[in-house]
């Protein structure tokens, strides 16, 4: 959901664990504020809640509110957790406040007591009343409240009455010229008779300082003795007389015996000495072996260890390795030309400038990047120059290959201009650079084929670590970004990241005319603000071994096949952990946002999908795909039977546009929530071919929410969305198809100028109402009605049909919407002793036009009118009496047995004799004899009789036989039921 701008988030994760020996814990915790949340306009409502749901492990997250996010008012609330677990329910509040971090568990917060009596309030804003002027919030009081505290004006009387005897006494104008006795003042205030006197030299004055009375002052200008020459006050040592030896923190040696180190003439000064800083040697040498322990500096440089010299001497790779090691040491300024450019170090950064364009070799750049490597790290920088390759560019650690405005890298063959797996590398970094490939046909529609201008890059960036099980044998390959690049008409995948531990970011890039951006056996991938068109595949593929993947805020646009992939591939299973949040995906060949080969645990939130109502790109056209959200389980090549599911996603608050199959369409998922989204403009009036009609009862196209092999899925939620098309010939068949599966649970969804009637129904389990609910309109129940269950006793009540003395209660039978039966309660008012409220059984023509009243009753009489004749079509047999059986020549049973044999119905069990021939096995003849012969239907019970061709023969009014047309086995057991229609 949408969060307040700047608002802080943190994620709550629940653990409920699995018991020992025991199934997983289900069910769900939902979140609410325990108030209304608003912005700082006191108008935008966030309700920051949601349900978190448990997985088979017992195990959920969810994103919440801050309980003092910044934005959010008002201040105070906190958050109410409902646990809804099977067999127990729990509610209590907590806090969230920000200093807990970005990530807490909920076993870990404590229960903090719930809202008092008061509530929460919104801060009050507009103009103040009462007592009170000004606006909200910061009033101040009115001027008349100000008057109301002095309404007598005492206050104002008493306040002139001081300032009148205060101008008696003491007046501020008089400048203390008014007082009775300036000595008694000073008296008073215990001054002394200085405050009177001038300064002076003389008697009765206060001494200045150039004053003969004072006495053992030292004055400027007199003479310094002792250790010190000169005249004060700027005095100088000129001799010392130390009593002991000079400490060494005064600087001296702190020995009374040991010489002083002197630092102007020749001295021999013996024992190990230890300089806490640097010390330079001037134009002098070092005699003898010169031994440095730990690290060492040279003017210039910081203080390194040991330098390895590392690489080959045939391809000068150790040689720019020395030179780098000398660099750092402060021996050289390395400005050797590195092949056909040059390269400058300049602090952190090594610059290129090509000097050989339009065509350069790699080995500059392989150069530059090695040398900053090595020395820990920095950025190489590229003119911003076309770079022409011939081989591949080789990232190593620690270092941003980053080129100024304009800088383009292209490749003379068909291979990959930046190529990682064999050497092992942690946090390399692309930014600012055009990559382009050989592809020179932009289509404007979504198309997978393209023409090439000739050899070219195939892709820009090739990474393979570790982690990668299509390969072996490479190196571990750690962290690698990608930001504000730009890949344009590469003939494959325009970057290729396999199998890298730690983080992969890509960022702000833009991807033209390329085939997808693909991701695989990841750690953990980033693919956010990025602008991808013309593809030639997907828009970004986010496949097989993902671990964890955040694809937020990208536009992509105008792609062959899906918009954005989240799936397995193979015979390899889809990413676990995701979020496709944000997004904008346009005109698409197959999917928006596809997500297969049984992904797990991950939201589609907030995401704008126009797909443009292609069904396949123009080369390869197709009816299988053209949905806005695609849900698969595994394999793909068995849809019916999944042996995994995609299971714990969440489609929310998308909306999706022109999909020509399906706006969301599920394939063997798994706790699957689709909530909150608008679905509009499903479904086209052709299929693929341009000439096929799809009718308007067509259930697997042109549907809003569709669920292939519904029975593949389970605890499907399909809540709050709205289906709708809005285009002048409608094309949406439905809004939901199937419409009632026990895998899905549908409720308050609308469905609105689609070709069918509304069937979003509420579907799912059977609900408990606890009050009595009140429908103002038809409650239309197209599977029936069902009261009472299994369990009922007592008078279990099918129905009531309520109403006021002289109305007519009734329930009606239709076809196609017309009367054909009514039975009521007639409208005869009830005027006492049980008189009214008469029941009839009426009949209606084919235009719903009444015909006759069959049977009335009347309620006080109990009389039963007949109108019309009375048939009795049925063989009637009083009492209890039953069928007698024979045995045929063919049994060996002297009498067949039979099980509840009767005129109308029974079984009958016999034995063929010990070498059987074909012919009659039993007779039955009816206690009461039929009318005319009536219909005798046999039915096998057993493998024996059905291979002997049962049939009935001699069939008359009092009876039939029973016969085999094919011999039984000896001593076989012949079973077989009767079933006689009259």
């Not at 942690?426 to 023409?451: H, S």
């Not at 593929?541 to 899906?562: D, F, H, P």
Request: charge should be neutral; hydrophobic fraction near 35%; include cysteine.
């Amino acid at each position: 959901m949408t969060f307040p701008t700047g608002a802080t988030t943190i994620t709550v994760t629940i653990n409920r664990p699995v018991p020992a020996g025991g199934a997983g814990n289900s069910g769900r915790i939902i979140f609410t504020p325990s108030t209304v949340l608003v912005d700082a306009t006191h108008k935008a409502i966030y309700s920051g809640s949601g349900p978190a749901t448990l997985d088979t492990n017992g195990a959920a997250s969810i994103d919440l509110l801050t309980t003092d996010a910044p934005g959010v008012l008002p201040t105070g609330w906190r958050w109410h957790v409902d646990e809804q677990l099977p067999g127990a329910r729990r509610t209590y509040y907590i806090g969230l406040p920000s200093t807990l971090g970005a990530t807490i568990d909920l076993s870990a917060l404590s229960p903090i007591s719930a809202p008092d009596s008061r509530g929460q309030s919104i801060p009050p804003s507009g103009p103040a009343g009462g007592a009170l002027a000004g606006t909200y919030p910061n009033p101040q009081l009115s001027t008349a409240t100000i008057a109301s505290f002095d309404a007598a004006g005492a206050a104002s009387a008493a306040l002139a009455s001081a300032v009148v005897y205060a101008d008696g006494k003491l007046a501020k104008t008089a400048n203390l010229s008014d007082l009775g006795s300036a000595n008694t003042a000073r008296t008073n205030l215990g001054l002394g008779n200085a405050a009177t006197r001038n300064i002076g030299t003389t008697t009765g004055t206060v001494a200045a300082g150039d004053d003969a009375r004072i006495t053992g002052a030292l004055q400027t200008g007199t003479a310094a003795g002792g250790d010190l020459g000169g005249t004060l006050p700027n005095p100088q040592v000129v001799t010392t007389h130390l009593a002991a030896p000079l400490p060494v923190a005064q600087g001296g040696t702190g020995s009374a015996t040991q010489p002083f180190v002197d630092l102007t003439a020749d001295q021999t000064v013996a024992g190990n000495k230890t300089f806490s800083y640097y010390t330079t040697l001037q134009t002098g040498q070092v005699n003898g072996p010169f031994n440095l322990l730990g690290t060492v500096g040279f003017y210039g440089a910081a203080a390194t260890g040991q330098q390895t010299i590392a690489g080959s001497r045939s391809d000068g790779t150790a040689l720019a390795s020395l030179l780098a090691a000398l660099n750092l040491q402060g021996l050289v300024a390395d400005t050797s030309t590195a092949g056909p450019g040059t390269m400058t170090v300049l602090g952190g950064t090594t610059q290129l400038t090509p000097t050989g364009n339009p065509t350069t070799d790699a080995a500059a750049i392989n150069t530059a990047i090695l040398t900053v490597s090595q020395r820990g790290g920095g950025r190489v920088l590229l003119s911003g120059d076309t770079w022409t390759v011939s081989s591949s560019i080789t990232p190593r650690s620690n270092v941003t290959l980053a080129g100024v405005p304009g800088t383009v890298i292209t490749h003379t063959g068909n291979s990959n201009i930046i190529y990682g797996s064999t050497i092992t590398f942690t946090d390399f970094t692309l930014e600012g650079i055009t990559f382009l490939g050989p592809v020179n046909e932009f289509p404007a529609a979504p198309k997978r084929a393209r023409t090439t201008s000739g050899a070219g890059a195939q892709t820009a960036v090739f990474l393979s670590g570790d982690l990668d099980t299509t390969g072996s044998g490479q190196a571990q390959l750690t962290n690698f970004t990608m930001r504000n690049c730009a890949v344009r008409n590469m003939s494959a995948l325009p970057i290729r990241i396999g199998g890298v531990r730690g983080k992969v970011s890509v960022t702000g890039c833009e991807f033209t005319n390329n085939q997808d951006c693909g991701f695989l056996f990841c750690q953990e991938v980033i693919y956010n603000g990025n602008h991808v068109m013309q593809g030639a595949d997907n828009g970004v593929s986010l496949s097989r071994g993902c671990q964890k993947i955040t694809c937020t805020g990208n536009t992509i646009e105008n792609v062959a096949y899906n918009g954005i992939w989240v799936a397995g591939f193979g015979t390899d299973k889809g990413p676990t952990s995701f979020a496709v949040t944000g997004n904008v995906v346009k005109n698409v060949g197959l999917n928006g946002v596809y997500i297969d080969y049984a992904a797990k645990h991950g939201a589609v939130v907030g995401n704008e999908i126009d797909c443009g109502l292609f069904r396949g790109p123009s080369d390869q056209p197709s009816d299988a795909n053209g949905a806005g959200v695609y849900i698969g389980g595994f394999p793909t090549t068995d849809r019916a039977n999944p042996t995994d599911w995609a299971t714990g996603i969440t489609v929310v608050g998308n909306h999706i546009r022109q999909a020509a199959r399906a706006g969301v369409y599920l394939n063997g998922a798994r706790r699957v929530q689709v909530t909150g989204n608008v679905i509009v403009d499903i479904g086209t009036q052709f299929l693929a071919d341009g000439t096929t009609a799809i009718s308007s009862a067509d259930a697997t196209q042109n549907v809003g929410i569709l669920m292939e092999n519904a029975s593949t899925s389970a605890n499907v939620t399909v809540a709050l969305n709205d289906v709708i098309d809005s285009r002048g010939t409608a094309y949406c068949n439905f809004g939901l198809v199937p419409q009632n599966t026990a895998g899905i649970n549908a409720y308050l969804n609308t469905m609105i100028g689609t070709r069918q009637a509304s069937n979003l129904l509420e579907t799912g389990p059977a609900r408990t109402w606890q009050s009595t609910q009140i429908f103002n309109q038809d409650i239309k129940a197209t599977a029936g009605v069902t009261s009472g269950s299994n369990a009922g006793s007592g008078t279990i009540e099918g129905a009531r049909v309520n109403g006021a003395s002289g109305s007519v209660r009734a329930f009606v039978w239709q076809t196609a919407g017309v009367k054909r039966w009514y039975m009521r309660a007639n409208g005869t008012a009830e005027g006492g002793s049980n008189a009214g409220s008469d029941w009839e059984l009426n009949s209606y023509d084919d235009s719903g036009n009444l015909l006759a009243t069959p049977i009335r009753v009347t309620r006080s009489s109990g009389q039963v009118a007949v109108n019309g004749t009375l048939a009795q079509n049925a063989h009637r047999v009083s009492g209890a009496s039953a069928a007698t059986i024979a045995a045929g020549a063919q049994s060996a049973s002297a009498t067949a047995a039979s099980n509840g044999a009767n005129d109308s119905s029974g079984t009958v069990n016999t034995t063929a004799v010990a070498s059987p021939a074909a012919g009659t096995i039993a007779t039955v003849t009816y206690a009461s004899a039929y009318a005319a012969v009536p219909k005798v239907t046999l039915t096998p019970r057993n493998a024996a009789t059905a291979s002997a061709g049962l049939y009935a023969t001699a069939e008359g009014t009092g009876g039939f036989s029973v016969a085999t047309a094919n011999a039984p086995g000896a001593s076989a057991s012949l079973s077989f039921t009767y079933h006689v229609e009259g």
